[in-house]
């Protein structure tokens, strides 16, 4: 990344945590000693679909060249979101997909049709589950675990996802952070889980996909586990969640644990 147009994905997240850690922080670290039983689970989109296939898709497109243009477009995916929510200057996550995908192909200086970009865009659309997904998700429910979606995701893409990979009975609610118009790591998009289920936050676990949002979550003051899949080091952020695989597989038997405490 270009340090001289753009600041750096930490000194976003520095910056979007801020408002945050000062008032959380001592609350998450406090609950830290004693386990709450956990009721509920508020699951990121990424943890459960698995958006792999549109980055195929843009090797089809472009042969040789979806490398570079995804990793550009997923990170300015991500940095526009916290951009947009620290400058106050919302719109959804279909409008700052475009748009990082836009920037993505100047800056890599690929040519892209019109038609090219709604197929790229139309992935979001029809992303499935991860293999370990439904097995996981269905033990949760015969065990009595509420869940419901906590993404930045348009209920429109969250709702198209769910439909695709067949879950369409398992998540008791799809909370876009449209509601709020600020994305996660802003405190708003985290209490969405708390009103929803009417519970306390200790009370509910946030699964997170991305470092950054596994941190956030937990200074917001979430229990929070990390799906890595991509076998990542924690962000710098003072915080860890509680617990971290590279899927989902041992979901259960994690809160079964943490229950038992």
Not at 76 to 95: A, H, I, K, M
Not at 111 to 118: A, F, N, T
Not at 206 to 225: M, R, S
Request: aromatic share 12%; hydrophobic share 45%.
């Amino acid at each position: 990344m270009n340090t001289n147009d753009c600041l750096g994905r930490r000194d976003f997240l520095r910056l979007t945590t801020a408002s945050v850690a000062a008032g959380l922080l001592a609350s998450a670290l406090a609950n830290a000693a004693t386990h709450s039983k956990i009721k509920a689970i508020a699951f990121d989109a990424f943890p459960i679909f698995n958006p792999w296939p549109v980055f195929a898709l843009a090797e089809e497109l472009f042969p040789g060249r979806a490398a570079e243009l995804g990793n550009e477009w997923r990170t300015r995916q991500f940095e526009y979101t916290w951009l947009r929510t620290v400058s106050g200057s919302y719109v959804d996550f279909w409008q700052v997909t475009e748009d990082a995908l836009h920037y993505a192909a100047k800056k890599v200086k690929i040519g892209m049709s019109q038609g090219q970009v709604s197929q790229l865009m139309d992935g979001y659309l029809n992303l499935k589950s991860w293999p370990d997904v439904a097995p996981a998700l269905r033990l949760l429910k015969m065990e009595g675990i509420r869940m419901v979606l906590l993404s930045n995701f348009t209920s429109h893409m969250m709702n198209s996802c769910v439909m695709c990979s067949g879950l369409g009975d398992i998540f008791e609610g799809l909370l876009s952070t449209d509601q709020v118009k600020a994305f996660k790591p802003d405190p708003r998009a985290y209490e969405m889980g708390i009103k929803a289920f009417d519970l306390d936050r200790e009370e509910i676990l946030f699964v997170a996909h991305g470092g950054w949002d596994a941190a956030g979550a937990k200074i917001f003051g979430y229990p929070t586990y990390w799906v890595n899949r991509l076998s990542l080091p924690p962000e710098e952020l003072g915080v860890m969640p509680d617990g971290t695989a590279a899927d989902l597989k041992g979901l259960a038997h994690f809160l079964q644990s943490r229950n038992s405490q």
